[in-house]
């Protein structure tokens, strides 16, 4: 039975399964929602850009009373139980090596759309028969530039402190990526129809109904502790104080970049453990601002709508050629 036109001024479109679709080298092979949405995109990203960098240059110093994470760097061993924990609780698929196999240590990882955790394994400066161990994901800032970078606005930072994304929103300009300081979010290439960017979302969904986060859970170690994050700052302060020999006068996260929710205190320069140290104590709004500002739309937008278009051409011609030989074998 044919359904509803899918808009004014188009005819019927039988799409019984079987028939082939009048419009296959058109866009309509596209999912509805995601088409839909790029259109709006596209109508509405010049408004929304400029409205994103006018609402990001209001001041913002993050939400006074959010949660945060503390890792203590001198706690991990590299067990990756923290990893095999985050993949659970995220349904994300298995890792091509089990989360009991060391030799992954063998290459420094980052983040992926298939691990939003990842550890790494370095040379301790101190002590060379001793590694050191550094737990990565999604640092989630106070302002995060992934957010200010995004012109249609697919990210949002929670009361709770977690940065959460909208896939419904992302049309896949990516501008995220080349934002984050920590070089974290990971796009999903395996969803070409749609766009996705895959990271940690501090458990949001578990956060958010009082639980913690499933890695802070199942670290046998301690080194991960979850709470407030001003409560998060003085207990790292404490445990400096303390053990002035076990760690360095440092709090990363505390100021970097603005400030994040996930922090870490360690025993030797965060530069040792790969962490960037060259960042401003501001947020990056001014560099994303000026950075979405002077990419042209035409360069942006709408190569992402007719990459699309030819996917989801190809896609349906593939379709109409494997139906037609289903039907000459049944013959």
Request: net charge neutral.
């Amino acid at each position: 039975m044919a359904k509803e036109p899918r808009n004014p001024m188009e005819e019927p479109i039988d799409e019984t399964p079987g028939k082939p679709d009048p419009g296959k080298n058109t866009c309509r092979g596209i999912n509805r929602r995601v088409f839909l949405g790029s259109m709006a995109a596209l109508g509405g990203t010049a408004a929304l850009g400029s409205a994103a960098r006018s609402a990001s240059g209001a001041e913002f110093s993050g939400y006074p009373d959010s949660f945060g994470m503390l890792t203590d760097l001198t706690a991990c061993v590299g067990c990756r139980i923290c990893e095999e924990a985050c993949n659970k609780v995220n349904n994300l698929p298995s890792p091509d090596k089990p989360f009991d196999d060391k030799s992954v240590f063998d290459e420094t990882r980052r983040t992926t759309a298939k691990a939003y955790t990842v550890v790494n394994r370095f040379e301790n400066p101190k002590e060379k028969d001793k590694p050191l161990y550094r737990k990565v994901q999604c640092n989630h800032c106070k302002e995060p530039a992934c957010a200010t970078a995004c012109p249609i606005h697919a990210y949002s930072k929670t009361p709770e402190g977690a940065v959460v994304y909208n896939p419904d929103f992302c049309f896949g300009c990516r501008y995220c990526m080349i934002a984050c300081p920590f070089n974290i979010p990971a796009y999903d290439y395996w969803s070409a129809l749609e766009p996705k960017i895959m990271k940690c979302t501090l458990c949001y969904p578990l956060i958010s109904t009082g639980k913690i986060p499933a890695c802070a859970e199942a670290c046998p170690m301690g080194a991960l502790t979850f709470g407030k994050r001003d409560e998060l700052i003085k207990l790292a302060r404490k445990r400096i104080a303390t053990a002035p020999g076990r760690y360095i006068d440092h709090i990363y996260g505390e100021t970097e970049a603005g400030g994040t929710n996930w922090m870490y205190i360690s025993g030797v320069p965060f530069e040792d453990l790969g962490f960037p140290t060259n960042l401003p104590h501001r947020p990056l709004v001014e560099a994303t601002q000026g950075f979405l500002s002077a990419v042209p739309l035409v360069f942006t937008v709408w190569p992402a709508l007719f990459t699309m278009c030819y996917v989801a051409a190809h896609h349906r011609e593939s379709e109409d050629k494997d139906e037609k030989e289903n039907a000459e074998v049944k013959k």
